[in-house]
């Protein structure tokens, strides 16, 4: 009875809170001031977005294209016109003292591109000359000895209506489940366990170079960017068994460069263009070898990659209420891969081996985003896209696809603190170049081959939202979203030379319903003086029909629930702030034809940091992040042959107690 008391008391004072924050003329855009984050001393812009109520980072996707990949955070009103220089490694490199405010647009607003999203945030830099250099190193480190540091020095430079950036950056990669455990593996029918102990490192280093510049340029706004990036890592499972001991290795590596030119101008008081173009480049390599008795093993995979794109969007604005936007995309996409295995010294043939791989697609769009009245808002329109994916090497095919794929949202804001919003879309989804080669991961899913008859799944998606601020930096936002699935893509068999093989392929239809609900929570009114606390809270009910049994399951992958707690105070008194982390970890399921397989990391993933700055240009960072080293589990059970029909011949049992990692930065700006 206390408990429901107490939560009708905090909704009643919820309910009864004025706005914190004045909206905009336009009802759903929230504005925040530097000021609003000055208490908490932060660094970049990424840290602001990390503070903004109830508003949940989303750094994008990886498809290819332009169109339907943005993150939900513009700069300066626009898309970065970037995609292998991600989103929020853009946002670390943007100072905090750089930025004059962030504005919160939910539901859309005319003269805004949404870029798909339902909720963006806009950071606004200073139009004031400035010059800034800013130094950071950091490192990790774990008991068993090994380091991981990561370094970079970026330039920032306003002039006028120009800015100059440039950042070299010393990249680290690591295993974060890398520790030590065993592995059995059980015969079912002598119910005989063979116990293995194993440990696992994994970590690499490599570099990053980007540059940018925006300049006035024929009456518009120019910018142009380059990137480019080099990611090596190497792991290695060291199994020490009784007279029989043997390691397996991945050695992988992926270069990427881009080039982006982007132009924007003013063609007359209701018109505006927008045009780019993006280049990129890629290399990827991965060696898996096993030197286990009676299964030597060694595969190996090249991958060339490269994607050309021109884009033009014009837009109509012909009052504060209305506009309409139309324009087109073409990209050109392509992968030349090899791969080769060989299995104790004897060359396996693989399904698909060998691909080239091209796609040309074109899109045309339209979209119109209309206030009808002061409360309600609009956003209607439509992309259609035509693409040919054509395939050469150990198979030659082409097919066509054609998707219409529409687009309504409709925001009802009755005041400043609230909003209801609702979605329906038609996503498509985009074919994986790597699944059309066999591919590899010998410490646990084994050879796959490679499958060039695969179609995009598509997904008819219908969501509702509710939003509600409160107490200046809190927010309420559940959201429940439904979407019916057309050619789920998971794991098929392939048959080939050698066997059959599971391969990426597309199964039946399914669905998925998720309810997702973030709160920001300020919690000086119960005695912690600038504490915030943030909950995010997915659940995930999914379902598709499996081929080979015949019985509905959770689809490949798919995390049944995440939840994420992040409890933050700011010190003034000590220039100081404490944060601790939680994250509930997950469960990923795979069925394959003679395999079930279920992935799972252990609860809890905590977090512990505390940043103290002496001055406003320095910044000291210590953190213990895995402060409760999480399990990770690798469960298979294999068959004989198809799992609705052969007996389980073997469980196989992978379990692995990390480490925990610690954590310094140490970042000097100079102004």
Same mark, same amino acid.
């Not at 286990?292 to 190996?300: C, S």
């Given at each position: 009875m206390g408990t429901k008391?107490?939560?009708?008391?905090? @909704?009643?004072?919820? *309910?009864?809170?004025? #706005? /914190?924050?004045?909206?905009?003329?336009?009802?759903?855009?929230?504005?925040?001031?530097?000021?609003?984050?000055?208490d908490a001393k932060l660094n970049t812009a990424y840290d602001m977005i990390q503070r903004l109520p109830g508003f949940t980072f989303d750094d994008g996707k990886t498809a290819r294209g332009f169109a339907g990949t943005a993150g939900n955070v513009l700069v300066d009103g626009l898309r970065p016109?970037?995609?292998?220089?991600? @989103?929020?490694?853009? *946002?670390?490199?943007? #100072? /905090?003292?750089?930025v004059d405010h962030i504005e919160v647009i939910r539901g859309g607003a005319p003269g805004i591109d949404m870029h798909g999203q339902t909720v963006i945030a806009n950071v606004v830099r200073k139009k004031s000359d400035?010059?800034?250099?800013?130094?950071?190193?950091?490192?990790?480190?774990?008991?068993?000895?090994?380091s991981v540091p990561y370094a970079s020095l970026d330039f920032t430079q306003h002039s006028g209506d120009s800015t100059y950036e440039a950042s070299l950056s010393r990249l680290g990669n690591f295993d974060d489940s890398v520790g030590k455990g065993f592995y059995n593996v059980t015969d079912v029918a002598t119910g005989t366990v063979q116990h293995t102990p194993v440990r696992t490192t994994g970590s690499g280093a490599g570099w990053g170079l980007t540059s940018s510049a925006s300049i006035p340029l024929y009456g518009g706004q120019f910018k142009a960017n380059l990137t480019y990036q080099d990611a090596p890592f190497h792991g290695v499972n060291i199994y020490t068994a009784p007279g029989n001991s043997w390691t397996i290795g991945d050695d992988s590596g992926e270069q990427d460069g881009e080039l982006g030119l982007h132009w924007i101008d003013k063609l007359a008081s209701s018109w505006e263009l927008e045009s780019l173009i993006l280049q990129r480049f890629g290399r990827q390599t991965d060696l898996n070898t096993s030197n286990?008795?009676?299964?030597?093993?060694?595969?190996?995979l090249k991958n060339k990659t490269g994607e050309s794109?021109?884009?033009?969007?014009?837009?109509?604005?012909?009052?504060?209420?209305?506009?309409?936007?139309?324009?087109?995309?073409?990209?050109?996409?392509?992968?030349?891969?090899?791969?080769?295995?060989v299995?104790?010294?004897?060359?396996?043939?693989?399904?698909?081996?060998?691909?080239?791989?091209?796609?040309?697609?074109?899109e045309a769009f339209t979209q119109a985003t209309w206030k009808f009245a002061p409360d309600w808002l609009l956003e209607a329109g439509v992309r259609v896209e035509y693409s040919t994916i054509s395939e050469s090497g150990d198979m030659s095919m082409s097919r066509s696809f054609f998707f219409p794929k529409p687009r309504v949202l409709l925001t009802w804001a009755p005041n400043k603190n609230t909003q209801l919003r609702l979605r329906y879309e038609r996503v498509v989804g985009q074919l994986d170049f790597t699944n059309f080669v066999a591919s590899s991961n010998l410490a646990s899913s084994g050879v796959n081959a490679g499958n060039p008859d695969l179609k995009p799944d598509r997904h008819t998606q219908y969501e509702a939202s509710y939003e509600y601020d409160f107490w200046g930096k809190g927010a309420f936002v559940a959201t429940l979203l439904h979407e019916d699935i057309v050619d789920v893509v998971d794991y098929v068999p392939v048959t080939g030379p050698s066997g059959v093989f599971d391969a990426p392929g597309?199964?039946?239809?399914?669905?998925?319903?998720?309810?997702?609900?973030?709160?920001?929570?300020?919690?000086?009114?119960?005695?912690l003086q600038n504490g915030l606390l943030k909950v995010t809270n997915i659940w995930r009910f999914d379902k598709v029909q499996y081929p080979v049994t015949g019985e509905p399951r959770a689809i490949y992958k798919e995390r049944p629930q995440d939840i994420e707690l992040t409890l933050t105070q700011d010190i003034d008194s000590l220039n100081s702030t404490w944060s601790i982390y939680y994250f509930n970890c997950w469960d990923e399921y795979y069925y394959r034809v003679a395999e079930f397989r279920h992935r799972r990391v252990t609860p809890p993933y905590v977090e512990l940091s505390w940043e103290y700055k002496p001055t406003p240009a320095w910044s000291i960072l210590a953190a213990v992040k895995n402060a409760l080293p999480f399990g990770y589990d690798d469960l298979r059970d294999e068959y004989a042959g198809p799992r609705d029909s052969a007996p389980l011949t073997q469980i196989d049992e992978l379990k692995i107690k990390s480490q925990p990692r610690f954590y310094i930065q140490i970042r000097k700006t100079f102004d």
């Open positions: 008391w107490s939560i009708a008391a905090v @909704l009643t004072v919820m *309910l009864a809170a004025p #706005p /914190a924050l004045a909206d905009s003329v336009q009802t759903g855009i929230l504005t925040y001031p530097a000021s609003f984050f000055a016109t970037a995609k292998t220089d991600d @989103l929020q490694s853009i *946002l670390q490199r943007i #100072p /905090a003292s750089d400035s010059t800034q250099i800013v130094a950071d190193v950091e490192d990790n480190f774990w008991p068993d000895g090994h286990a008795i009676g299964a030597d093993q060694y595969f190996a794109i021109v884009r033009a969007i014009l837009r109509y604005s012909p009052n504060a209420d209305l506009t309409v936007a139309s324009g087109a995309e073409v990209a050109y996409n392509f992968l030349d891969g090899t791969s080769s295995y299995l104790n010294g004897v060359p396996v043939p693989l399904p698909s081996a060998n691909a080239h791989v091209n796609e040309k697609r074109g597309n199964i039946k239809s399914g669905h998925n319903n998720q309810i997702d609900t973030e709160m920001t929570l300020p919690l000086d009114k119960v005695g």
